[in-house]
């Protein structure tokens, strides 16, 4: 396929979105609250137009059945307006980012370490019990001395968050452009992310986003071994066919829109027993000229039906 066939027009995106809002709107509502997997609102269906905490407002008037965390935002807000926010618009969350830079220089690590406690315990206090990081592919280190590094970091990062019962997961990236930008590899594919995550502490896991799995060459079975103690939260959108040496991060499709095996992927969540956020982050693919709101309900839409479709969901 492609980029000029992969795209979608403006007027086929908004008549898919009205086509089916009321229809996901009645099957998230019924998820937003007790336990299972939930859709999250991710900013890149909104394209930065809205902020937190109009955000969550948004999210939850679309119909999602959470929405991603912005730990910045939300702690200007204050534990009990966040917390009262989210208890009016029945929202969980899924997740939000590590504070800091720990996969940079010693200065970015330890800045990030000074304001980590109280971030935490105010992640833990508004029920946000999962965080974030994404890791270096490549680097300009030696993998075994990075490694080095990172282990110490993180195993000193997981003190801190173990004591707010807060697990945290590592994004692996899979595209070949990302893992060959700098001189030495670095960890890019599933098994070893989650290895690496196993060393470093029983509160790490993975973040498992279908374009790096499928990107790095994932398996279902991947995600079987890994199992729901490993896997921390779910980003979700397809891949067009292409060469590996063509593939760009911000070249996403909507879910169910491309080759990537949604059906295996969400049959093997249901099977670990995964019942979490699952936030659609189509990089690229929601127009620019496109509402926030247009761009959050085709984002639900496209999910449900994926998870639908392998039995994740009624």
Not at 271 to 277: L, N, P, R
């Amino acid at each position: 396929m492609s980029l000029l066939e992969g795209r979608i027009n403006r007027r086929g995106f908004v008549r898919s979105v009205a086509g089916c809002g009321a229809v996901a709107r009645l099957a998230n509502n019924a998820m937003g609250a007790g336990t299972g997997m939930f859709v999250a609102l991710n900013t890149s269906l909104t394209g930065g137009k809205v902020q937190w905490p109009e955000f969550a407002r948004l999210a939850a008037r679309v119909g999602y059945g959470g929405v991603d965390l912005n730990l910045g935002a939300a702690m200007k807000e204050g534990v009990d307006a966040t917390r009262a926010l989210l208890a009016d618009l029945k929202l969980r969350l899924s997740f939000c980012n590590l504070p800091g830079a720990p996969t940079r220089d010693e200065d970015a690590f330890r800045k990030g370490m000074d304001v980590l406690e109280d971030a935490a315990k105010f992640a833990s206090a508004v029920g946000c019990d999962r965080m974030m990081v994404v890791m270096p592919p490549s680097s300009q280190v030696p993998k075994d001395e990075l490694r080095k590094t990172l282990k110490d970091r993180f195993t000193a990062i997981g003190e801190i968050l173990d004591r707010q019962k807060i697990r945290l997961g590592f994004e692996f990236l899979g595209p070949l452009q990302l893992r060959t930008r700098a001189p030495h590899e670095f960890i890019w594919r599933m098994n070893e992310m989650v290895d690496f995550a196993k060393e470093c502490g029983p509160n790490f896991g993975v973040v498992l986003d279908s374009w790096h799995w499928h990107h790095s060459g994932g398996t279902v079975d991947d995600i079987v071994r890994a199992g729901k103690s490993r896997i921390v939260t779910i980003h979700v959108s397809d891949a067009a066919k292409m060469p590996p040496e063509d593939v760009r991060d911000n070249q996403r499709l909507m879910p169910g829109d491309g080759v990537i095996d949604l059906t295996g992927f969400f049959k093997a969540l249901r099977a670990i027993g995964y019942e979490d956020g699952v936030s659609p982050e189509p990089l690229g693919r929601v127009p620019k000229e496109m509402s926030a709101e247009e761009g959050a309900r085709l984002g639900l839409e496209t999910t449900l039906a994926v998870m639908r479709k392998a039995g994740a969901i009624a």
